[in-house]
C-alpha cells in the first residue's frame, strides 16, 4: 500500500531544493533524496526529543491501561503503537528540517565532555532497557508461579540501590509499569555514573603508553629532517 503524499515549507532538501515526501522520510535512520540521491538525515536534537515523546505516550498508555509491572511485556505493543503515533504527528506539527548526512561523520572529534555525556546515557539507558527486557522474563515466571523467594530476590535486585534510601523505591510485582520504569531509570543512573568512570579510567591508562610511544617514534624524524 503507497503511503500518500505530504510535503512541508521545511522539509527540503539541502543539495538541490526538492520537497521532500514526510511519509517516506525515515526520522531514525538516512533518507535518501529522490532527485539527487543525497543521503540525508534529521537533527540528533528531533530524532531524541521524539524517542522521548514516544517512551513517554507509552508509559501513559501503560497507566491508562493499568499495566502493572508483572505484565510487562504488555509495553511492547504500547511502545510500538506509540512510535507510529508520534511519528506521524511530529511529522504533521513540527516537520523536521533535513541535513546532509556527512561522509566522514567517523573520523569526526567529539569534546571529551561530550564523550562523557553519551557514554553516561549509553549506559543509563541502556541498564534501564536491559532491566526492562529483563522484567519481561521476570513477569512471566510471576505469572508462571515462581517460589516466593525467587521472586523477593528479582524485586530487591531491581530495587538497588535506591531502596536503601527510601522504601517507596521498592519494586513488587504488582507495582505499576511506569513506576518500574521511575525505579529502574532511577536506579540505573547510579551504575552508568560507576560504568562511564570506570571506563574512562581504563581508556586513560590505556592511552598513556602510547602517547609516549608517538613521541618518542617522531623525534628520530624530526633530527633527519635538520640534516
Ligand atoms: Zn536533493
Redesign the pocket.
Known amino acids: 500500500m503507497e503511503l500518500p503524499e505530504s510535503y512541508s515549507e521545511r522539509t527540503f532538501?539541502p543539495?538541490?531544493?526538492?520537497h521532500l515526501n514526510l511519509n517516506r522520510l525515515n526520522i531514525y535512520g538516512v533518507s535518501k533524496?529522490?532527485?539527487?540521491?543525497?543521503l540525508?538525515a534529521v537533527s540528533r536534537l528531533y530524532r531524541v526529543v521524539t524517542w522521548l515523546l514516544t517512551i513517554g505516550a507509552s508509559l501513559l498508555l501503560a497507566s491508562v491501561f493499568r499495566v502493572k509491572a508483572y505484565a510487562a511485556v504488555a509495553w511492547i505493543p504500547l511502545l510500538l503503537t506509540s512510535a507510529v503515533l508520534i511519528t506521524i504527528f511530529a511529522k504533521a506539527w513540527f516537520p523536521p528540517k533535513v541535513g546532509l548526512v556527512p561522509m566522514d561523520a567517523a573520523g569526526k572529534r567529539t569534546e571529551p565532555w561530550l564523550r562523557n555525556l553519551s557514554l553516561l546515557l549509553m549506559f543509563w539507558f541502556g541498564q534501564t532497557f536491559f532491566l526492562v527486557a529483563y522484567s519481561f522474563i521476570a513477569g512471566s515466571a510471576y505469572l508462571l508461579g515462581g517460589t516466593q523467594g525467587d521472586i523477593r530476590e528479582l524485586c530487591e535486585f531491581f530495587s538497588l540501590p535506591l531502596a536503601w534510601v527510601n522504601s517507596r523505591f521498592e519494586i513488587s510485582p504488582t507495582i505499576s509499569l511506569p513506576a518500574l520504569f521511575g525505579i529502574v531509570f532511577a536506579n540505573s543512573f547510579f551504575y552508568a555514573v560507576t560504568y562511564t568512570a570506570l571506563t574512562r579510567i581504563v581508556q586513560s591508562r590505556l592511552r598513556k603508553p602510547f602517547t609516549k610511544l608517538g613521541i618518542s617514534a617522531t623525534q628520530p624524524d624530526d633530527d633527519d629532517d635538520c640534516i
Open positions: 532538501c543539495h538541490c531544493g526538492e533524496c529522490p532527485v539527487c540521491e543525497s540525508l
